[in-house]
């Protein structure tokens, strides 16, 4: 959009930063901040969202006029908004100040990162940015998760007696002729005997783990913590080694 200068009167954009006639800094220059907070109450949800610790750990003051030494700050009275650094000497040098907000707020968005970006360098905070895990599977009925497995070398002595009871029930079935029928096969993976008495099943994987395939097969999904935090763990927070003596 075409404006006038306030200075020389030329017809100058809204985008120069200067008036090209004259030089003067142009005080309604629209500037963007596009994919960051644009007000400084929604930097103020930003800087909460990332689980930072408080403004006078890290030392950015966030709608606050801080008075005090070493401090970054912003805030707005009426349509101004000002953004500040307060050296170690208590001096203040003056970033913006003026009605563009979004802009104002980008200044101090993009320095504040940059301290994260050196806080994390130094190792004095940690990205805690880990993606939420996939739910896990269901099992499928009559096998145990494999994470559940635990080879021991040798069968506990309750499966030993289990499977001597087993093949004892057998045995007698076939002397007295008895209709029920029992049927075993051996694969790769795994050994079925069934004894058509109890309907029961019994598996051995590769393993040679025996367990009875009636487990409860049930998965309660709540019980998986996916309560990922996408932040920073900022416990380590060190200020002392920004540059406090230079005007940003």
């Known amino acids: 959009m075409v404006i006038k200068c306030d200075y020389c009167g030329s017809n100058i954009s809204d985008q120069d930063e200067k008036c090209p006639f004259c030089g003067a800094p142009n005080d309604h220059m629209i500037r963007s901040a596009n994919g960051i907070p644009k007000t400084v109450d929604e930097l103020v949800q930003w800087y909460q969202k990332q689980n930072l610790p408080s403004y006078e750990t890290t030392r950015f003051f966030i709608g ?48 504040l990162q940059q301290e994260i970006a050196n806080q994390v360098k130094t190792g004095h905070i ?6 939420t895990p996939s739910p896990r599977p269901k099992p499928v009925s009559g096998f145990q998760p494999s994470n559940n497995r635990k080879p021991t070398g040798k069968l506990p002595t309750f499966l030993i007696l289990l499977v001597i009871i087993i093949c004892f029930i057998i045995v007698v ?9 029992s049927s075993g096969y051996h694969d790769n993976s795994y050994y079925n005997s069934y004894d058509s008495n109890d309907s029961n099943w019994f598996d051995s994987d590769d393993d040679d783990s ?17 309560d990922w935090s996408d932040s920073y763990d900022s416990g380590g927070w060190d200020s002392g080694g920004s540059d406090w003596d230079s005007d940003w």
Do not use: M
Not at 126 to 131: M, R
Not at 173 to 181: M, Q, R
Not at 210 to 226: E, T
């Open 64 to 111: 606050q006029d801080y008075k005090g030494p070493k401090a970054f700050g912003i805030y707005k009275v009426g349509d101004t908004v000002t953004v500040y650094k307060n050296k170690s000497d208590g001096s203040r040098a003056v970033r913006y100040e003026g009605p563009d907000e979004a802009y104002a707020v980008n200044e101090l968005y993009q320095r």
């Open 126 to 131: 940690h990205e805690d940015n880990n993606p």
């Open 173 to 181: 079935s076939l002397l007295s002729g008895s209709s029920g029928s």
């Open 210 to 226: 025996w367990f009875d395939s009636d487990y409860d097969d049930s998965w309660d999904s709540n019980d998986w913590d996916s």
